[in-house]
């Protein structure tokens, strides 16, 4: 547990501002998953470890259940409805 707080911390001031726009607007290629590829292209800030805490299933893709869980957890901001 001693390293998951360090790890959240970061991930915490990395991702604040990131990951407000929709996952479908990350989406590159509409597959319904993000890739770090499609999350570096519009965060560049994202680091491959990262997003590896986001991506618990361990796929290499953020479906919307981790996305959603990435969010409730405070490590993606919600989109705002404009």
Known sequence: ????YPTIAALT?????????SATEVDANGDGM???EEVQAVYPEVT???????????DG????????AAQAAGLMETPSSN
């Open 1 to 4: 547990m001693k390293t998951i």
């Open 13 to 21: 001031v990395i991702l604040t501002p990131a990951l407000a726009m």
């Open 34 to 36: 993000l890739t770090i």
């Open 48 to 58: 491959a470890d990262s997003f590896s805490a986001m991506d618990t299933s361990g």
């Open 61 to 68: 893709a953020l479906d919307d259940e981790e996305v959603k």
